[in-house]
């Protein structure tokens, strides 16, 4: 089991709790955002990025991913970027004990031209003739539940509401190229295998996966 630092055992009320949408600022909240810690009470804030570096970290751990602890903080910084210097989405379930992170799905709008940076590049080149298919669609940077809570449906849930959110938009995303938990759920809702991008966690060339307009 892999505890998530400074929170308390989940309970079944945890897997029951509605799923809150949160959308960030239109060209990011840049240098004077202040993260607010989650606590009982805590509503219509993005969660801080240490806390969602914590709770990917604690679910990648485990089989079949087993990732490094160090993908954790680098999933934290990517999610701090996206926070300052774009308009995220994102759909969070806080514990009903104690107000801390128990699943998050966030994402943002994709236009090519706005991705200046050394991964959109790689994914660019990889895709190839498929990479249009992306323009103009919504990215899921990341989906995380607590692994305490691996049963309860929570992982499924929290991405179902954010894709709601998004409804009539394309969407992809990029997961390790391997048969898991993850990839099934995706699987379920609509995505399918697009090509492969950059590098994953796991050393090899992740996959990209789409799902088109609903």
């Known amino acids: 089991m892999n505890d998530l630092p400074g929170t308390g055992a989940p309970t079944a009320a945890d897997a029951t709790l509605p799923v809150e949408l949160v959308w960030g600022l239109p060209g990011g909240l840049g240098d004077a955002w202040e993260p607010v810690a989650s606590a009982v009470g805590v ?3 993005l969660p801080p990025p240490d806390e969602v570096g914590e709770l990917y970290g604690a679910a990648a751990a485990e ?11 680098h999933f934290a910084k990517v999610y701090d ?17 104690d107000g801390r992170l128990r699943a998050i799905a ?21 895709l190839g003739d498929a990479a249009p298919t992306l323009e103009w669609t919504f990215a899921l940077n990341l989906l995380a539940r607590d692994p305490r809570l691996r049963t309860s449906g ?6 179902v509401t954010w894709l709601s959110a ?33 590098q994953a966690p796991n050393g090899r060339p992740g996959l990209v996966m789409h799902r088109p307009p609903l």
């Open 106 to 126: 966030y994402g943002h709008f994709w236009a090519w031209q706005e991705q200046n940076y050394e991964w959109a590049y790689e994914l660019r080149d990889r």
């Open 154 to 159: 929570l992982g499924r849930i929290t991405l």
């Open 63 to 73: 089989p079949p991913l087993n990732e490094d602890p160090k993908y954790a903080a």
């Open 81 to 97: 970027a996206s926070v300052r210097k774009g308009q995220v989405l994102t759909a969070l379930v806080r514990s009903a004990g």
């Open 43 to 45: 509503h219509g804030v």
């Open 166 to 198: 998004i409804a009539g938009y394309g969407c992809w995303l990029q997961t390790d190229d391997i048969d898991s938990p993850a990839r099934r759920l995706y699987a379920s809702l609509g995505f399918t295998a697009l090509g492969h991008g950059p």
